[in-house]
């Protein structure tokens, strides 16, 4: 199967902070749901650190973000946003936080569960993304696999699930890249809602600079702007 021209109908998305999911896949999001795809989106962090104003507070920004990410998510036509709320930078490696991926990815049963590559070596490298990519990778597989893997989601009503593709955003070894040319503008329009973190002064420059990205990724795939993402294939 080429995964490129990949369109499903269930994806589900693990981000470690608001506005991550739409920096690395918001134009292969609005790409699949423009074809029909339902999506959802898991939130691990509540961001309240993400800001150098002396006067803001966290739980002010815990708030203000999780509405901006609303606000982006019905930009891309999100089904569902889940905010797992754990604080800012202190993300960890837990059976609960395991669990609570497990439990969504039991519910949603995706095709396809998106999230950030936690062996990235170069650029980004927040502890919580390293956390939120392995922790997703693990509740993929084999736990949400697994009937014995949190028995207690048996009793919710929620059955194991094999979930086909992981794609990793964020990656130093990309392996696919996704065609987003036409949907780069509903991407940058999502990020606008982040407005807490795109500071209106930064914003043409960030914008600008995501724009370039997007080429660069495209440019030896014939493609005007693109994603790229690791893909790993699940053995059912």
């Known amino acids: 199967m080429n995964v490129t021209d990949f369109s499903p109908k269930r994806v589900l998305v693990v981000t470690p902070h608001p506005d991550d999911a739409e920096i690395g896949a918001g134009g292969t999001l609005s790409r699949w749901i423009a074809q029909g795809a339902a999506c959802t989106l898991v ?28 606000e982006a998510a019905s930009v891309l036509g999100l089904r569902d946003v889940i905010f797992l709320r754990h ?28 999230t950030t590559d936690p062996h990235r070596r170069t650029f980004y490298l927040h502890r919580d993304h390293r956390i939120a990519g392995q922790v997703t990778l693990d509740a993929v597989f084999p736990s949400a696999r697994d009937r014995l893997s949190f028995p207690e989601q048996l009793e919710e009503g929620l059955s194991p699930h094999k979930t086909p593709y992981i794609f990793l955003w964020g990656s130093d070894t990309p392996d696919h890249h996704i065609d987003i040319a036409g949907t780069l503008d509903m991407k940058l329009a999502a990020l606008r809602k982040h407005a807490s973190q795109v500071a209106a002064q930064r914003e043409r420059d960030f914008t600008e600079f995501l724009r370039q990205m997007a080429q660069r990724a495209g440019k030896d795939k014939g493609m005007e702007a693109a994603e790229a993402f690791r893909v790993i294939e699940i053995m059912r």
């Open 43 to 70: 939130v691990c962090t509540n961001g309240d650190k993400g800001s150098e104003d002396p006067e803001m507070t966290s739980p002010r920004l815990a708030a203000i973000r999780e509405r901006e990410q609303q």
């Open 87 to 114: 604080p800012d930078g202190d993300l960890e490696d837990t059976r609960l936080l395991r669990g609570q991926i497990v439990r969504e990815i039991r519910r949603t049963r995706p095709d396809v569960v998106l």
